[in-house]
């Protein structure tokens, strides 16, 4: 079988390895056949080297990306075959081993695509628990879009909130930066359950799509440098109950002036940089002045996973893929998404049945 493989050292640096497809499987483990996989900014990072600080270096190429969705071929037994069998439609889950609560430490120590090798393969093992069904009504592209994506846009809509109990109604004002994967999941799921939307982008073209999608309220940041002023305007200066901060230190500290009294800003990306460089009044002092609470957003648990589904397949949500990439087009697809070109998820398919 045929696998991408990284040193962290670059896209144009991925290499297509032959291997053995694996045989001997552990009876609380399943042989899946990749069908899709999806791509993340945190997958470029990695490939990129952008994380060496924080993760160490592979002596051996090893295979990245960490969201896929898949056929399974072979079931280990007793264990595995209690829950699966042949022939069932599943997604890998980003952390195995992250059934319910808060990501901990061994739930990263156990992470797809780093630490631990990755799915962009055509075969892959997973633990039984490690893995969820797809909806019916969901194709394999749009399922390899949830595991990063719709996850850590679910949690940053709903971590405080009992499962099942997801905020609903257009009291509640979200404001969504950017037109990326999590972003557009939000702006999907937020419609679904009746919130008010504020997208923001750069692209008219994007915004319009935006709207299409649902988004109540639009801003260009481009024309509109100071977008938390018009956030304020929009909500008859109230602000944003919660603001889905993609952005990081260049946009943080207007999502603190754009934030409601009492809301929250869930922390889901650093896509300016991961260091501050401008001075800014602290942040800390912001959020009492606001009484506002930042939260940072790392994906999320088995359990909120599968509460996010019920909703996908309750309201008929089918997830926006711009574009979908061969598997031998790896490098193209990463190297798209990187440039920013993207609305909503790019997808490499890799089995096509």
């Excluded at 190429?61 to 069932?88: C, F, L, N, Q, Y």
């Excluded at 156990?110 to 093992?125: I, S």
């Excluded at 592209?141 to 109604?169: C, H, K, Q, S």
């Amino acid at each position: 079988m045929k696998q991408w493989v990284t040193l962290m050292d670059g896209i144009d640096r991925l290499q297509v390895q032959e291997v053995p497809e694996p045989i001997d499987i552990k009876e609380d483990e399943v042989l899946v056949r990749i069908n899709a996989v999806a791509i993340n900014h945190r997958d470029i990072k990695i490939i990129n080297g952008d994380f060496k600080g924080r993760y160490a270096t592979p002596t051996d190429p090893m295979v990245p990306t960490s969201d896929a969705s898949g056929t399974i071929v072979k079931v280990g037994r007793p264990a595995a075959a209690t829950k699966w069998r042949e022939g069932d439609r599943v997604l890998g889950l980003v952390r195995p081993t992250h059934l319910t609560g808060p990501t901990r430490s061994e739930h990263h120590a156990l992470g797809l695509g780093f630490p631990q090798p990755g799915v962009l393969t055509e075969y892959r093992v997973f633990s039984a628990s490690g893995l969820v069904q797809i909806p019916q009504g969901l194709s394999f592209e749009e399922a390899a879009t949830l595991p990063i994506a719709a996850t850590t846009a679910w949690m940053a809509l709903n971590w405080d909130r009992p499962i099942d109990r997801p905020v609903r109604g257009p009291q509640t004002v979200v404001l969504l930066q950017g037109t990326g994967g999590v972003s557009i999941h939000a702006l999907q799921q937020a419609t679904a359950l009746g919130l008010t939307t504020i997208v923001t982008s750069s692209s008219d073209e994007k915004l319009l799509k935006a709207q299409e999608l649902g988004a109540t309220h639009t801003v260009n940041y481009n024309t509109t440098p100071e977008w938390a002023d018009e956030v304020l305007n929009l909500t008859q200066g109230k602000g944003a109950d919660i603001i889905v901060e993609t952005g990081g230190p260049e946009t943080m500290p207007q999502s603190v002036r754009a934030v409601a009294e009492g809301g929250v800003i869930s922390a889901v990306g650093v896509l300016t940089g991961m260091t501050e460089e401008k001075p800014q009044l602290a942040i800390g002092l912001s959020l009492i002045n606001r009484n506002a609470v930042l939260k940072g957003i790392n994906i999320g648990p088995r359990d909120r996973v599968e509460e996010m589904m019920r909703l996908y397949q309750q309201e008929d949500i089918h997830p926006i893929i711009n574009r979908c990439f061969k598997f031998d087009g790896a490098k193209d697809a990463l190297t798209y998404m990187k440039d920013g070109f993207h609305f909503g998820k790019v997808v490499i398919k890799v089995n096509e049945d």
